[in-house]
């Protein structure tokens, strides 16, 4: 259903919806306006809120966005994709329901999960916690999982290979808070490179920093994932970034 802001709010008053998409540029409302207005009315139903937008928002924006968000989505290459992965994590009904369009989506999203069979993902991570959680999800799924303690492991890891014939790691889970050298320092170093510029970066980061998506995604990884994981949200980020192929 697709509704203007106003019609949204009369909507969510006398329904209740499993997932709400949302714009940030309505045209009777602002999508932050909209948030405050059904966080302030009681008798306004509150679903999950996707931010599904063209504009970036500023630092500040971010903020108050995800007081009231479950996701921002900025659209533009796999953004589709991402929404509707992000998507399915709320809904609950039966997937016959969806529109033709959604359903040959979402099976193209499943074709993906087989690209993850051999594929080699590079996890810096020094937590032996994270690592046996991520060897858990990943490993049993088919991909290849090589992991180092730090940024520095990392870098001569990542060089080493450089002679190689075929890069050596198709994406890099990239723990932010690392001894010897961090993830946004390890991160900047690697997209210096060349051969790296375009190799996917995923970051875990830790849920009491608020910034920490911002200061990733300006260092130049792809995306980000709060810790402690969520197998759901990591499973649906691969599926976005991992290189086709």
């Given at each position: 259903?697709?509704?203007?802001?106003?019609?949204?709010?009369?909507?969510?008053?006398?329904?209740?919806?499993?997932?709400?998409?949302?714009?940030?540029?309505?045209?009777?409302?602002?999508?932050?306006?909209?948030?405050?207005?059904?966080?302030?009315?009681?008798?306004?139903?509150?679903?999950?809120?996707?931010?599904?937008?063209?504009?970036?928002?500023?630092?500040?924006?971010?903020?108050?966005?995800?007081?009231?968000?479950?996701?921002?989505?900025?659209?533009?290459?796999?953004?589709?994709?991402?929404?509707?992965?992000?998507?399915?994590?709320?809904?609950?009904?039966?997937?016959?329901?969806?529109?033709?369009?959604?359903?040959?989506?979402?099976?193209?999203?499943?074709?993906?999960?087989?690209?993850?069979?051999?594929?080699?993902?590079?996890?810096?991570?020094?937590?032996?916690?994270?690592?046996?959680?991520?060897?858990?999800?990943?490993?049993?799924?088919?991909?290849?999982?090589?992991?180092?303690?730090?940024?520095?492991?990392?870098?001569?890891?990542?060089?080493?290979?450089?002679?190689?014939?075929?890069?050596?790691?198709?994406?890099?889970?990239?723990?932010?808070?690392?001894?010897?050298?961090?993830?946004?320092?390890?991160?900047?170093?690697?997209?210096?490179?060349?051969?790296?510029?375009?190799?996917?970066?995923?970051?875990?980061?830790?849920?009491?920093?608020?910034?920490?998506?911002?200061?990733?995604?300006?260092?130049?990884?792809?995306?980000?994932?709060?810790?402690?994981?969520?197998?759901?949200?990591?499973?649906?980020l691969l599926r976005v970034w991992m290189p086709k192929g």
């Amino acid at each position: 259903m697709r509704v203007r802001a106003h019609d949204a709010l009369q909507q969510l008053r006398e329904h209740t919806f499993d997932c709400m998409v949302m714009d940030l540029h309505l045209p009777d409302l602002s999508g932050q306006d909209l948030l405050e207005r059904m966080a302030a009315e009681e008798a306004v139903s509150f679903p999950p809120v996707i931010v599904y937008t063209g504009h970036t928002p500023s630092r500040d924006e971010k903020q108050q966005l995800r007081r009231f968000s479950r996701s921002i989505i900025i659209k533009g290459v796999r953004s589709l994709e991402r929404l509707l992965d992000e998507v399915t994590l709320f809904l609950h009904q039966v997937e016959s329901r969806l529109p033709p369009e959604h359903q040959r989506l979402l099976q193209a999203a499943r074709d993906r999960e087989s690209t993850r069979e051999g594929r080699r993902i590079l996890a810096v991570e020094d937590d032996v916690r994270n690592i046996f959680a991520l060897s858990s999800v990943l490993e049993p799924r088919g991909a290849k999982v090589e992991f180092v303690r730090n940024g520095k492991e990392a870098l001569a890891l990542l060089t080493k290979s450089l002679a190689q014939p075929r890069p050596a790691v198709d994406l890099v889970l990239m723990d932010i808070m690392m001894p010897e050298m961090d993830g946004l320092t390890a991160t900047r170093e690697i997209r210096k490179q060349e051969a790296w510029r375009k190799r996917p970066i995923i970051a875990l980061t830790a849920k009491a920093m608020r910034d920490d998506q911002e200061k990733c995604l300006q260092a130049g990884a792809n995306d980000s994932i709060a810790k402690p994981l969520d197998v759901e949200k990591l499973l649906s980020l691969l599926r976005v970034w991992m290189p086709k192929g």
